[in-house]
Nanobody
């Protein structure tokens, strides 16, 4: 069982940076792939990116490549989403989710944190 708690959201101006954190419970956190998703009002949820359990591989959606970076510190059971050059269209609720390395579905989800980017 894994419990996830996001933090770090807030209201910023366009061009600013934010770092979101996803703190996880559990002793085998390094065996879980973690992804960040976001959902804007009236839009479907979309995957922002993901990171493998060891942190040696990451994936990013085209709309954040070059601006967002995902990293993790397994000793702290924490995954980060560094967001730079934020745009108003990045406004959304951001969620972290985890799946066991051999699973296809993200089983565990956090409650989400709001990110609002003003123009």
């Amino acid at each position: 069982q894994v419990q996830l708690v996001e933090s770090g959201g807030g209201l910023v101006q366009a061009g600013a940076s934010l770092r979101l954190s996803c703190a996880a419970s559990g002793r085998t956190f390094s065996m879980y792939v973690v992804a960040w998703f976001r959902q804007a009002p009236g839009k479907e949820r979309e995957r922002v990116g993901s990171i493998t359990g060891s942190g040696d591989s990451t994936y990013y959606a085209d709309f954040v490549k070059g601006r967002f970076t995902i990293s993790r510190e397994n000793v702290k059971n924490t995954v980060y989403l560094q967001m730079n050059s934020l745009k108003p269209e990045d406004t959304a609720v951001y969620y972290c989710a985890a799946r066991f390395s051999t699973s296809r579905e993200y089983t565990y989800w956090g409650q989400g944190t709001q990110v609002t980017v003003s123009s």
